[in-house]
């Protein structure tokens, strides 16, 4: 069965158009045909151009996009990163109305590829946890997760072939396993963070969100202005060698169902002739969620000194963080820091030989409701000691709701772990 025009991914869409078998408008159409089905239900966007502004921009600069690299195709931008011609309001009615002067680095290098900004896409307060407007494409009655709702749910239902998230705790890795994308969160300083609203910059990561890891491997090589050719050397797939299995609840509390999805993709592993090492961490890592919360607190009530001035537009979990960041004394922010950096010297160098690192990408499926946006203890120890993460589809509990896995590198090992992951992602097709 031929796949439907909008569920491409971006690299399958250039190709198409390439090869004479798409127009770069077919495929842009059939994008904004989803949207206009889906989007008052999911309500995945803050801003969008309508398709009369979409194509008439497209057109008025044809010659352009038809000799760019990426064609004139759709892209989603959360929307507290900064677009020069579209609003940046950050998820808050402080900043309502707020248009930038400028794009962030990232918007302006997809642009410099051909890329269009369909969009800003939903994002909670200032990234942290009050929930937007965005519904669950899998499931309309729960959750999409947060803080990148909007950027995940409109991957995963179709809407735009690849879109840019934030993570400080889970945001990216926790709405993508919810709602079935892919979810990429490059090494801490990988990425230019220029015209992002900063949360805890000791914590803070652009992210990826896509359907296939090829596309995660496109934009990389975008966002780190690389030559073609050296794009291209880092596309392969690679299958690994040693997986380190890192059980949920070395972390925190995981359901049955996550437990069983991560043993059998664990047993599959195996069964391709992986080796699967047991990780053993004793309570390093729950260790490491405190200190993550730690290292945000102090970090959040430094960065939101503006916004903190008007409390009433406040939240009440973000009036709180901002109190317990001012509570605190600096020896403990200064110590949780130390604990990272320890705690990944100890992961790396008592695991030098492994490849990736296999965890839960969240505790369960997306929980019922939209007044939260779910746990993020399963992605604070890696977000804290600054690691390259992906979580990839493909399993599901019993009722075919979709249940994260995630892949974690070693600091600076991006492409070899998006290679795994291309790998492990066709394990995951065959499931």
């Known amino acids: 069965m031929a796949i439907a025009m909008n569920k491409m991914s971006l690299v399958q869409m250039l190709h198409a158009i390439e090869q004479g078998e798409y127009s770069a408008e077919?495929?842009?159409?059939?994008?904004?045909?989803?949207?206009?089905?889906?989007?008052?239900?999911?309500?995945?966007?803050?801003?969008?151009?309508?398709?009369?502004?979409?194509?008439?921009?497209?057109?008025?600069?044809?010659?352009?996009?038809?000799?760019?690299?990426?064609?004139?195709?759709?892209?989603?931008?959360?929307?507290?990163?900064?677009?020069?011609?579209?609003?940046?309001?950050?998820?808050?009615?402080?900043?309502?109305?707020?248009?930038?002067?400028?794009?962030?680095?990232?918007?302006?290098?997809?642009?410099?590829?051909?890329?269009?900004?369909?969009?800003?896409?939903?994002?909670?307060?200032?990234?942290?946890?009050?929930?937007?407007?965005?519904?669950?494409?899998?499931?309309?009655?729960?959750?999409?997760?947060?803080?990148?709702?909007g950027s995940a749910a409109a991957v995963a239902d179709g809407m735009v072939p690849v879109a840019l998230g934030s993570q400080t705790a889970a945001s990216v890795i926790r709405p993508a396993a919810y709602c079935g994308s892919i979810g990429y969160v490059g090494s801490r300083g990988e990425y230019s963070l220029r015209g992002g609203q900063p949360l805890a910059q000791s914590l803070d990561s652009l992210g990826l969100f896509s359907r296939y890891v090829e596309d995660i491997q496109l934009l990389r090589a975008i966002l780190l202005r690389q030559s073609a050719s050296v794009a291209n050397a880092n596309f392969a797939a690679k299958k690994p060698k040693r997986i380190l299995f890192c059980r949920g609840e070395l972390v925190g509390e995981t359901s049955p169902a996550m437990n069983e999805a991560m043993q059998a993709l664990a047993d599959k592993l195996v069964a391709q002739g992986v080796e699967v090492i047991e990780l053993e961490a004793g309570t390093r890592l729950q260790e490491m969620v405190d200190h993550h919360g730690n290292i945000m607190a102090w970090e959040v009530c430094r960065n939101l000194v503006l916004e903190s001035q008007q409390p009433d537009l406040l939240s009440a979990p973000l009036k709180q963080l901002i109190d317990d960041g001012l509570s605190m004394?600096?020896?403990?922010?200064?110590?949780?820091?130390?604990?990272?950096?320890?705690?990944?010297?100890?992961?790396?160098?008592?695991?030098?030989?492994?490849?990736?690192?296999?965890?839960?990408?969240?505790?369960?499926?997306?929980?019922?409701?939209?007044?939260?946006?779910?746990?993020?203890?399963?992605?604070?120890?890696?977000?804290?000691?600054?690691?390259?993460?992906?979580?990839?589809?493909?399993?599901?509990?019993?009722n075919h709701l979709p249940l994260g896995i995630q892949l974690i590198g070693k600091p600076r090992t991006d492409d070899e772990l998006l290679q795994v992951a291309k790998w492990v992602e066709s394990l995951l097709v065959k499931a």
């Open 26 to 149: 077919a495929l842009i159409h059939a994008c904004f045909d989803h949207i206009e089905a889906r989007e008052p239900e999911v309500k995945a966007w803050q801003y969008q151009l309508d398709r009369s502004a979409y194509l008439s921009h497209y057109r008025d600069n044809q010659s352009f996009y038809e000799a760019s690299q990426l064609k004139g195709l759709p892209i989603g931008i959360k929307d507290i990163i900064d677009t020069k011609d579209m609003p940046t309001e950050m998820g808050s009615p402080i900043h309502k109305g707020r248009q930038p002067i400028e794009d962030a680095s990232c918007v302006a290098l997809i642009r410099q590829a051909g890329g269009m900004v369909l969009g800003k896409t939903v994002t909670t307060e200032f990234a942290y946890f009050k929930p937007g407007k965005t519904q669950n494409p899998a499931d309309l009655a729960r959750t999409p997760g947060g803080s990148s709702s």
């Open 329 to 398: 004394d600096r020896e403990t922010y200064l110590s949780s820091l130390k604990a990272a950096e320890a705690c990944c010297d100890w992961l790396w160098s008592s695991n030098s030989n492994i490849d990736a690192v296999l965890a839960p990408a969240a505790s369960d499926i997306a929980p019922l409701g939209h007044d939260k946006t779910g746990s993020p203890h399963m992605s604070r120890p890696w977000q804290a000691m600054g690691l390259p993460v992906i979580t990839l589809p493909g399993m599901t509990d019993d």
